[in-house]
């Protein structure tokens, strides 16, 4: 159903493809009816979604829309306030997504609706357009997936250098540890054999006898190379 509204007839479901007065109401239907059964013709699908101000054509991927609107005047009221004066003059609004605006209009020797055939070298131009856009984006994508293949290779590397490296700084620091402890071992072993060396022809009492024998097992505690010997393959014996 229509409702007036400062002179314009607009759809009481607010879809407004069509503003116009009761003087171009026809024209515009006819207009419209026009464009779209052409449209469809040509395998265009047409659709009109709720609460749009346009009809939508769409074509291999391309879409344009387009509205009919009359153009108006300004005036005054007999009140002596502004309001629109209808011309009945049509203009159809052709847009293409991303694209600018043509418009179609009514004039004295070119009425609009002799003009509808305007509308397809524009849509043909969208679908150009369109499939252009399209390659475009899949090189894009296609370009994406390749970078994140080589940024997916290149973190891959960093890891296993990584795991190199905290290897290879596990071993230094194992390395110098053990060279360490074996120096402290070494150390220990002279210093228990100059005690020995120093009771030497004396009898060993009790006590000292059970101190050497400690003290040498704590060296061979301390003394870390028959353990790497033994993780080497090799018989500390």
Request: glycine share 6%; proline share 3%.
């Amino acid at each position: 159903m229509l409702a007036a509204n400062h002179g314009l007839l607009v759809p009481r479901h607010k879809s407004h493809c069509l503003k116009v007065t009761s003087l171009t109401l026809g024209r515009a239907l006819a207009a419209a009816n026009a464009v779209l059964w052409a449209a469809e013709s040509r395998g265009c699908t047409c659709e009109v979604s709720e609460g749009s101000e346009r009809f939508e054509l769409y074509l291999q991927g391309a879409q344009v829309s387009f509205a009919i609107r009359e153009r108006q005047d300004e005036g005054l009221s007999k009140s002596g306030y502004k309001t629109r004066v209808p011309t009945n003059r049509l203009v159809l609004v052709l847009e293409r997504r991303g694209g600018g605006a043509f418009e179609i209009l009514d004039a004295l020797n070119a009425p609009m609706q002799d003009r509808l055939h305007e509308i397809f070298p524009r849509l043909y131009r969208a679908v150009v357009v369109f499939r252009v856009d399209s390659r475009f984006q899949e090189a894009r994508a296609a370009r994406r997936v390749l970078y994140e293949a080589e940024q997916a290779t290149l973190r891959q590397k960093a890891a296993v250098a990584e795991a190199e490296r905290l290897l290879e700084q596990g071993h230094r620091d194992e390395l110098i540890s053990e060279a360490q402890q074996w120096r402290r071992a070494r150390d220990t072993r002279e210093y228990v054999a100059s005690l020995e060396e120093a009771m030497a022809g004396a009898v060993p009492s009790q006590v000292s006898a059970s101190w050497i024998a400690q003290a040498n097992r704590i060296v061979l505690e301390l003394d870390p190379m028959p353990a790497r010997l033994a993780k080497l393959g090799f018989d500390p014996q």
